[in-house]
């Protein structure tokens, strides 16, 4: 996709040019300098999906209290492996976002307690800010605001020590994608890739997560939805409790295919074929006068065949 400095907009294919430019992209600088323990020294950062709309519905293939009790049981397996190892849990509400557990702070004989009384305050406090009863259908999850709490986390490891696990993230969610939050899902799966840090996604919903699929695809992590959810323990420990240096020595699970198609600035809708600003390559879905992020004036929209090459001269 090239870019010129005269305000103008021109049509795209967000999934042919757009997939192209992601997939080019390569950080200009240079990551975090890595002083690691070892090769299987772990920092797992979970983003636990809390919203009440979507257990509380259909599309939950299990109750949120089995599906806690095999993540509890994940967590406990990721501590087993190395004393070194650390695990943080993030909440992923409605309308909020919190850290609720820290392995490396409080007593090691009670996890469980301390995970669920945090976990419970926090699901009490986050419908007590879903006062607005407009919400139509199940609702999306404040994934921009988890992953970005993560990444501070993991930026604040960097530089704590001289040494450091290896961090990754993994997003257990089930939630419809919010195409109001592209844009800042997009800023973090970007700073991911920037400091190394693989994104892995478990899709416990009915439907599949483009924005999760991008996310891992992107930053090199591994993408799943289970078909059978009654064994997601066994999911979760033999595709994501192992390091990733062990994982250049197994054979995981690889995604069919990836939807990068891009959300409009206008009306937040997952579009295929749109018009980008040159200047602050902002996409919308439809032509308008003026850039509504950057104020750019835009001329005409350009058209694949122009005026000259349908008039032509008789011989």
Known sequence: MKIESSHEVKQINTVGPTRKSVLKYKPSMTPVSSKQYADDVSLLMVLLDTN??????????LSFSKFLSQVISFL????????????????????????????????????????????????????ELNKDDSVDGIGSSLLSGSLSMALCYIQRVFRSGSLHPQPRILCMHG????????????????????????????????????????????????????????????????????????????????????????????????????????????????HHKKCSTCGSAFGQPQTSVSTSNQKRKAP
């Open 76 to 127: 406990n397996s990721i501590l087993l492996l190395n004393q070194l190892n650390q695990v943080m849990v993030i909440a992923t509400g409605l309308n909020s976002c919190d850290y609720v557990y820290d392995s490396s702070s409080g007593p090691t004989n009670q996890r469980v307690e301390i995970l669920l009384q945090k976990l419970q305050d926090f699901v009490v406090k986050d419908e």
């Open 52 to 61: 009440p709309l979507f257990w509380s519905s259909t599309a939950a293939p």
């Open 175 to 286: 939630s419809q994608d919010g195409p109001g939050q592209y844009v800042a899902i997009m800023n973090s799966i970007f700073s991911a890739q920037r400091s190394m840090v693989p994104i892995d996604s478990c899709v416990i919903g009915s439907q599949h997560s483009a924005f999760l699929q991008q996310a891992s695809y992107i930053t090199g992590g591994v993408y799943l939805k289970p078909q059978q959810l009654d064994g997601l323990f066994q999911y979760l420990t033999t595709v994501f409790g192992t390091d990733l240096h062990s994982r250049s020595f197994l054979q995981l699970p690889k995604p069919v295919g990836v939807d990068f198609r891009a959300s409009c600035f206008c009306h937040k809708n997952t579009i295929d074929m749109g018009y980008i600003c040159s200047v602050c390559l902002s996409i919308f879905c439809k």
